[in-house]
């Protein structure tokens, strides 16, 4: 498997093609934006009528990565569920799945803006979380300190022929894709993101194997935060 490996508060991390982030030292798994029972949602608010199977579909690829590399912790930054109704709408099936996912090791939720109050399962719940030197929440803080990790404007990149999501890393933060099956993106050159990036930023695309790009050309921001 192709990783990019990099550096964010002295930690060495890696982002995965899978659009999951593992900290190795700390044995710590993150996955934004799973988005679950977004078919519902859609169907419940008179919008698209989508096959509802993008909640399976997205815990067998977050089981995938769990079972790969068997963290101690796992973190869901938030907006892990479409709405609060969704959440409480999952088939029994579903909720066993997450239950017995939830059980193999530390589990914290932090809250998002589609899913801001706890929901009837395991695992801890946060608006956010410090580990050692590293920060992980929900939406990015343009004041935060370095070593934030966060999630919610589920990055993409344009390529020629479509685009991927991507992880948006530099010296001060990172920010990952989203994991759900059924979520769009937002251009990592859109100002809301250029404003949080800082000179030396990267694209790192997922899929089949990480591709990294320049963000910003060279000289083309002052290197500055917040």
Request: hydrophobic share 45%.
């Given at each position: 498997m192709n990783i990019h490996r990099f550096s964010l508060a002295g930690e060495r991390l890696e982002a995965r093609p899978t659009r999951t982030l593992w900290w190795p030292n700390a044995r710590l798994l993150a996955v934004a934006d799973l988005h679950l029972g977004k078919s519902e949602r859609m169907a419940r608010r008179g919008g698209a009528m989508l096959p509802p199977y993008e909640t399976l579909d997205t815990l067998a690829r977050l089981r995938a990565e769990i079972e790969a590399l068997s963290p101690d912790h796992?973190?869901?930054?938030?907006?892990?569920?479409?709405?609060?109704?969704?959440?409480?709408?999952?088939?029994?099936?579903?909720v066993a799945t997450l239950t017995d996912m939830v059980a193999g090791q530390r589990w914290t939720w932090i809250t998002g803006n589609h899913d801001p109050g706890r929901v009837d399962l395991p695992g801890d719940?946060?608006?956010?979380?410090?580990?050692?030197?590293?920060?992980?929440?929900?939406?990015?803080?343009?004041?935060?300190?370095?070593?934030?990790?966060?999630?919610?404007?589920?990055?993409?990149?344009?390529?020629?022929?479509?685009?991927?999501?991507?992880?948006?890393?530099?010296?001060?933060?990172?920010?990952?894709?989203?994991?759900?099956?059924?979520?769009?993106?937002?251009?990592?050159?859109?100002?809301?993101?250029?404003?949080?990036?800082?000179?030396?930023?990267?694209?790192?695309?997922?899929?089949?194997?990480?591709?990294?790009?320049?963000?910003?050309?060279p000289e083309a921001k002052p290197a500055r935060h917040g």
């Open positions: 796992v973190i869901a930054l938030g907006d892990s569920f479409d709405d609060t109704a969704a959440a409480r709408a999952l088939p029994a099936d579903v719940l946060a608006a956010d979380i410090q580990a050692g030197p590293l920060t992980f929440r929900h939406i990015a803080d343009p004041k935060a300190g370095p070593g934030e990790l966060s999630g919610h404007y589920h990055p993409k990149a344009r390529l020629p022929h479509g685009s991927r999501p991507c992880f948006l890393i530099d010296s001060h933060r990172a920010i990952l894709p989203a994991f759900g099956t059924y979520t769009g993106g937002l251009d990592a050159c859109a100002p809301p993101l250029l404003d949080l990036m800082g000179a030396d930023a990267q694209a790192v695309l997922t899929g089949s194997q990480t591709l990294t790009v320049r963000l910003f050309a």
